[in-house]
């Protein structure tokens, strides 16, 4: 993970918008590799959301919480716009793929994952695995992962719970073999 | 979890590619949206205490104003009708230099009923003496009007004037001016206090021994000097003492009897209001402003309240439902 100093705006003692952008952008991008599992759709959601953060700068607020949080929490509507607009695309074309649910072969997670790794994340859910990106992979606290979530922190710890408990018992024995 | 997963969960998940680097950078070098946040808790904060204040300001501005108003229609009636009596009275009084024992409507009257002293004396005095006595209904004010009357008849008195109204079936008043002996006005008074219940008496002595003294002195010199006078003086002298005896006679007999004025009244007399100070007017009216826009806002308040627990349940329930549409499309994908 690269991590850049932001540039604090003096005159309004805040960051600028380019200095966060560039030490937040691999934050955001991993996100959404892991609750789209797709690399192609990820890249155009990170910069969907970018777009969205730049019109909104004016709301964020740091007092209320910090860039990272702000921006996941764009980067999850974004990613909740594109699930809801997939959904609709597959209800329109067919009832059998509204009732399969997502493709398995459009979860193409990059080759950059180990074979273990990649087959046991393409096996959990969406939701699983945001919790584990926020929590594992950006390291955020409870209460910020809760943030994002929008949920109570534990719940966002039973989540996470679950989650790692169903990634490794598709890891352990393919790591153990 | 295992550090061994954690870790290569980490390690293991890709940066972003520098395509897209480039792009975001395109992205964040356009000037952000120069719009400005809306600051509502600001404004909050300001524009409540600001309503509040300006509330009150007008409140206090209404009062002002108000208080430059007259009084009252009310109670400017009531002190016109209080001068309006007291005129009336003044002007039955004649020319009164003395005043004794005025005794204005007492909480306990009744015990004062027959109280006024009026002091016997041989100089020449003019007395007047003033009641309101009440009397229980229409009935009993026609058989005590008769009773006055023959009161003072029995006393060697006369009656100048009697005025007797009931204007309403249960309501009525009559007003007796009477003449009695001055050696009886204190039975006159007495007797006329236990007509009803007295609800105001005053009697006014005017001492008349001077100007009687001095109109004989006059009459003196004026026939001391006919003596020596004749002719056309003689007789103009001998006019000016017929005229001083003429008012001499008319002093004597203003002396000899005592004004006695009664009135009987079925009703207590209206209390007089007290017309508040502008001041007070102020502080009133803008009380009464500040009430009616507490009156107006809790009334909102009431009314707007099941709609405003409807609009909040509903927004409530809309993000509930869409966390949880949410959270199951993301299970789903």
């Known amino acids: ?177 | 979890m295992s550090p061994d997963l954690a870790t290569a969960l980490r390690n293991e998940t890709p940066v972003a590619p520098d395509a897209l680097r480039e792009r975001i950078a395109l992205v964040a070098a356009a000037p952000p949206s120069g719009r400005r946040p809306f600051p509502v808790r600001r404004l909050l904060a300001l524009g409540i205490p600001a309503a509040l204040a300006a509330s009150a300001v007008g409140a206090a501005v209404i009062g002002l104003a108000s208080s430059n108003k007259p009084a009252p229609e009310s109670a400017a009636n009531a002190e016109l009708s209080v001068e309006s009596r007291d005129q009336a009275r003044g002007r039955l009084r004649a020319p009164l230099r003395r005043s004794l024992a005025p005794i204005p409507a007492p909480a306990g009257a009744a015990e004062s009923q027959g109280r006024a002293v009026i002091p016997g004396t041989n100089r020449a005095q003019d007395v007047q003496a003033y009641l309101t006595v009440l009397v229980d209904g229409t009935e009993d004010l026609s058989a005590t009007t008769q009773r006055a009357l023959r009161t003072t008849r029995r006393l060697g008195g006369y009656v100048v004037n009697v005025q007797y109204g009931t204007p309403e079936p249960t309501e009525g008043t009559a007003e007796l001016r009477v003449r009695v002996p001055v050696s009886r006005v204190q039975a006159a008074v007495v007797q006329f206090s236990e007509l009803g219940r007295i609800l105001a008496q005053q009697v006014q002595i005017s001492d008349l021994q001077q100007p009687l003294d001095e109109l004989t002195r006059r009459i003196r010199r004026l026939e001391r000097r006919a003596q020596n006078a004749k002719g056309a003086e003689l007789a103009r002298i001998k006019r000016e003492i017929a005229a001083l005896r003429r008012e001499r006679v008319e002093v004597n007999r203003r002396a000899a009897f005592a004004t006695v004025g009664l009135d009987l009244t079925t009703h207590e007399p209206e209390k007089k209001v007290v017309v508040p100070g502008r001041l007070e007017r102020a502080i009133d009216d803008a009380t009464g402003v500040l009430t009616a826009e507490l009156a107006i806002g809790a009334y909102a308040l009431i009314v707007a309240a099941p709609i405003l627990l409807l609009l909040a349940g509903g927004y409530a329930a809309a993000r509930a439902y869409r966390r949880f549409a949410d959270q199951r499309l993301l299970e789903r994908a």
């Open chain 1, 1 to 177: 993970m690269a991590y850049t100093e932001c540039v604090i705006d003096v005159t309004t003692a805040r960051p600028s918008f380019a200095s966060v952008a560039e030490a937040h952008l691999d934050d955001v991008y991993r996100y959404l590799l892991y609750v789209t599992a797709n690399p192609s759709t990820a890249e155009e959601l990170t910069s969907a959301t970018f777009e969205r953060a730049l019109d909104r700068w004016h709301r964020f607020d740091p007092k209320r919480g910090t860039a990272q949080t702000w921006l996941c929490q764009l980067a999850r509507s974004a990613a909740l716009d594109h699930f809801r607009a997939e959904s609709r695309r597959r209800r329109r074309e067919s009832a059998f793929a509204a009732q399969a649910g997502p493709d398995a072969a459009e979860l193409e997670l990059p080759d950059d994952y180990g074979p273990v790794l990649r087959q046991a994340l393409r096996t959990l859910s969406a939701a699983d695995r945001e919790v584990v990106v926020l929590r594992v992979v950006l390291e955020q606290d409870t209460q910020r992962a809760a943030r994002v979530l929008g949920i109570s922190p534990s719940a966002c710890t039973t989540r996470l719970n679950r989650a790692l408990e169903r990634l490794e018992q598709k890891v352990r024995p393919r790591l153990v073999a």
